[in-house]
C-alpha cells in the first residue's frame, strides 16, 4: 500500500515537470521581439505600429480616405498617398519634394546648370509694306471744264514727270485768250500783263503763251502734266466728265522708297529705338533679307491691339518691295541694364498668377529632391527669362518635368503653385476636413481662333488677365485653349469672355467686328 502512494507521488512530480517544461517553451516561442528588445534596454518597451495608408485624388488632392475608392468630386480611381519617408530616404529639407530614381526617369525629369550671360532679347514684328505718305501726290484740274481726253485708262498704270495725263475742254480758257489779243490789239501794258498772269495761274506755259500772241490763234483745250513719276493708285475721273477747278483726276505715288510699318507690343518698345538696324523678310519674296532703318515710332499706344507702330525707310529702286506684302522683322536688342545676370529656360517656370516660380534640385541628395522657389522674373528672351532675384549662380533647376513635381507636392500635401500660404493649415487638418474644402483649381480646354504669334500673345495675356486664372497656354495648331484657374474666383465663361473681347472668337462667343477690324492684317482669321 505504502509502495503505491510513492508511485502516486513520483507521477504527480513527473506531471508538474512536463508542464512547467511547456510553459517555458511556449514562452520562448510566443513571446513578442518588442518585449524581449525592451528587456536589453533598461525595460523601456516601444510599440511598433504600421502607419494606415492614405489615399488621395490627383486632381484634388485635398481628398484624404483611409481606404480605395472614388473621388468624390471628380469620380476619378483614388491613388495611394506617396510621402517622402517612403522611398526610404529623408529629405535634407522637410519641405524637399523626393521623387524615385524610376520616376523622374517616367516624368523624363531634366535640370540645368543656373548660370550668368550677357542677355540678348530676340523680338519679333509683323506688319506690311507701305507708300511712303511724302511721294503721294493728286493731280488736279488747274481750271473748270469737261474732260474731252484722257490717257490714263487704269489704276496701277505708271506715268512720268510731264507726261500729258488729261486734255480739258473750257469756255473759261477761251475767253482768258480772247481778252489776251484785245489787250494787245488795244496796246494797254497794264491789260496784257494781267491777261498772262491769268494764263499762267491756269499752269499754261510762257511758250505757250507767245505761241497765242504771235498767231492770234486761241483754243479751249488745255493739257494736264504729270507733276511727278509713279503709280497710279486712284483714278478718280473718266473721259467726259465735268470737273471744277482744283477737283482731284489721279493719286500718283512714287514707289522708289516705301515704308515698313511694324507693330510692337508695349513690353517690346523700351528695346526699340530710333536709329536702329533692323532686319526683314517678305513672305512673297522667300530668302530675301532686306534692311533698313527705324524713322518712327508711334507715340501713341493702340487701346484695342495694345501696339505702336513702328516704321522703316527702305529702298525700293528695282520695285521688288509693293505696298500691302507681308513682312516679319526680327531685333537682337542687347539688354545693358541686366550685363552677366542670371538667365533661365522659359520651360522651367510656372507661373500661378501673381506668382512665378521653380524647382531647385538639392544638392547632396542620395534620391532626386526638389525644393520650390518663388523667383522675380525680368525681361523675357523669347525662350529665356532674365532672373533678378531667387537663385543663385551653380544651382540645377528643373527645365522639364516641372509640372510633375509640382503635382507630386499637391499630393502630398507641401507648398505648390496652386498652394502657397495655405499649405501648413492643410496639413495639419484632418481628413474628414479635408473632404469639405472646394477644389482649389481646375483645368479646362474650348476653342479659340487665331493665327499666328501675335495672336498667342493676345489670347493668354486676355486670359491671365481675369483674376483666378492660374495658367494659359493656346495651341495654334489645334486652335485650342489649356486653362488652369480657381473655380471660387472665376469661370470659363467669364474667361471666354474676356478673350473675345480682345478680338478672337471662341466657343461661346464671337468677338465684335469693330474689335476684329482693329485687329492686324496678319491676325485675321475669318475667311
Same mark, same amino acid.
Given at each position: 500500500m505504502k ?11 513527473? /506531471?508538474? !515537470? ?8 511556449g514562452?520562448?516561442?510566443f513571446?513578442?521581439?518588442s ?5 536589453? %534596454? ?9 502607419e ?5 485624388c490627383?486632381m %484634388? ?16 480611381? $483614388?491613388?495611394?498617398?506617396?510621402k ?5 530616404e529623408?529629405a535634407?529639407d ?9 520616376a523622374?526617369a517616367?516624368?523624363?525629369v531634366?535640370?540645368? !546648370?543656373?548660370?550668368?550671360k550677357n ?8 506688319g ?9 501726290q493728286?493731280?488736279?484740274? %488747274? ?5 474731252e481726253g ?9 506715268? %512720268? =514727270?510731264?507726261?500729258?495725263?488729261a486734255?480739258?475742254y ?10 489776251? !489779243?484785245?489787250a494787245?490789239?488795244?496796246?494797254q501794258? *497794264? $491789260?496784257?500783263?494781267?491777261?498772262r498772269e491769268? !494764263? ?8 505757250q ?11 479751249p483745250?488745255? +493739257?494736264i ?13 473718266n *473721259?467726259g +466728265?465735268y470737273?471744277s477747278?482744283?477737283?482731284?483726276l489721279?493719286d ?14 508695349e ?8 536709329? +536702329? @538696324? ?9 530668302g ?6 527705324v ?20 529702298s525700293?529702286s528695282?520695285?521688288?518691295? #509693293? ?9 537682337? =536688342?542687347?539688354?545693358?541694364? /541686366?550685363?552677366?545676370e ?7 517656370i510656372?507661373?500661378t498668377?501673381?506668382?512665378s516660380?521653380?524647382y531647385?534640385k ?7 529632391s ?27 533647376v528643373?527645365?522639364?518635368? &516641372?509640372?510633375?513635381?509640382d503635382?507630386s507636392? @499637391?499630393?502630398e500635401?507641401k ?7 495655405? =499649405? ?9 476636413q479635408? #473632404?469639405?474644402?472646394?477644389a482649389?483649381?481646375?483645368h &479646362?480646354?474650348?476653342t479659340v481662333k ?10 493668354e ?8 486664372v ?5 495651341? @495654334?495648331?489645334?486652335q ?15 474667361i471666354s #469672355? ?10 461661346? /462667343?464671337k =468677338?465684335?467686328?469693330?474689335?476684329? +477690324?482693329?485687329?492686324?492684317e ?6
Amino acid at each position: 500500500m505504502k509502495k503505491i502512494t510513492e508511485i502516486g507521488k513520483m507521477k504527480q512530480v513527473r /506531471y508538474a !515537470l512536463f508542464a512547467l517544461a511547456g510553459l517555458f517553451i511556449g514562452w520562448l516561442l510566443f513571446s513578442s521581439p518588442s518585449e524581449t528588445k525592451s528587456d536589453e %534596454h533598461e525595460g523601456h518597451t516601444h510599440e511598433v505600429q504600421k502607419e494606415a495608408q492614405i489615399w488621395t485624388c490627383s486632381m %484634388h488632392p485635398q481628398i484624404r480616405k483611409d481606404k480605395p475608392g472614388k473621388c468624390p468630386i471628380c469620380a476619378m480611381d $483614388l491613388i495611394p498617398l506617396h510621402k517622402s519617408g517612403d522611398t526610404g530616404e529623408a529629405a535634407i529639407d522637410p519641405a524637399a519634394i523626393q521623387l524615385s530614381e524610376e520616376a523622374a526617369a517616367l516624368a523624363n525629369v531634366q535640370t540645368s !546648370l543656373v548660370s550668368r550671360k550677357n542677355p540678348i532679347k530676340e523680338i519679333r514684328l509683323y506688319g506690311k509694306i507701305a507708300a511712303d505718305e511724302r511721294n503721294l501726290q493728286s493731280q488736279t484740274a %488747274h481750271i473748270s471744264g469737261r474732260i474731252e481726253g484722257l490717257s490714263i485708262n487704269f489704276t496701277g498704270e505708271a506715268v %512720268h =514727270a510731264g507726261q500729258t495725263l488729261a486734255r480739258i475742254y473750257s469756255p473759261e480758257l477761251l475767253s482768258a485768250q480772247q481778252e489776251l !489779243l484785245e489787250a494787245i490789239k488795244i496796246n494797254q501794258p *497794264q $491789260l496784257v500783263k494781267a491777261a498772262r498772269e491769268k !494764263l499762267h495761274l491756269w499752269k499754261m506755259t510762257d511758250a505757250q503763251i507767245a505761241a497765242i500772241e504771235h498767231s492770234g490763234n486761241v483754243s479751249p483745250i488745255v +493739257d494736264i502734266k504729270a507733276n511727278t513719276s509713279g503709280i497710279v493708285i486712284n483714278k478718280r475721273v473718266n *473721259q467726259g +466728265d465735268y470737273v471744277s477747278q482744283g477737283a482731284v483726276l489721279l493719286d500718283i505715288a512714287n514707289l522708289s522708297r516705301v515704308w515698313a510699318l511694324f507693330q510692337a507690343y508695349e513690353t517690346d518698345l523700351p528695346f526699340i529705338n530710333l536709329g +536702329d @538696324q533692323l532686319k526683314f523678310t517678305l513672305t512673297s519674296v522667300p530668302g530675301k533679307v532686306f534692311e533698313g532703318k527705324v524713322s518712327f515710332i508711334d507715340p501713341i499706344i493702340n487701346s484695342t491691339t495694345r501696339t505702336a507702330g513702328v516704321r522703316i525707310e527702305v529702298s525700293n529702286s528695282k520695285g521688288v518691295l #509693293k505696298p500691302e506684302m507681308y513682312a516679319t522683322a526680327t531685333v537682337s =536688342a542687347g539688354l545693358k541694364a /541686366y550685363k552677366d545676370e542670371i538667365v533661365i529656360p522659359s520651360s522651367a517656370i510656372l507661373w500661378t498668377g501673381k506668382r512665378s516660380i521653380v524647382y531647385v534640385k538639392e544638392a547632396g541628395a542620395s534620391s532626386p529632391s526638389f525644393l520650390m522657389r518663388q523667383v522675380e522674373l525680368g525681361p523675357s528672351l523669347g525662350n529665356a527669362y532674365v532672373i533678378i532675384k531667387g537663385l543663385t549662380e551653380g544651382e540645377e533647376v528643373v527645365t522639364n518635368g &516641372a509640372f510633375v513635381i509640382d503635382a507630386s507636392a @499637391q499630393l502630398e500635401g507641401k507648398r505648390s503653385m496652386m498652394n502657397d500660404d495655405e =499649405a501648413q493649415t492643410k496639413q495639419s487638418m484632418t481628413p474628414s476636413q479635408m #473632404k469639405t474644402m472646394p477644389a482649389q483649381s481646375e483645368h &479646362a480646354m474650348f476653342t479659340v481662333k487665331g493665327k499666328c504669334e501675335m495672336c498667342k500673345d493676345r489670347i493668354e495675356t486676355a486670359a491671365k488677365s481675369v483674376n483666378g486664372v492660374l495658367s494659359a497656354s493656346w495651341d @495654334q495648331d489645334k486652335q485650342m485653349i489649356h486653362l488652369q484657374f480657381n473655380p471660387q474666383k472665376t469661370s470659363v465663361d467669364a474667361i471666354s #469672355k474676356a478673350i473675345a473681347k480682345v478680338g478672337h472668337d471662341t466657343d461661346k /462667343y464671337k =468677338a465684335s467686328k469693330k474689335v476684329y +477690324d482693329n485687329l492686324p492684317e496678319c491676325c485675321r482669321y475669318r475667311d
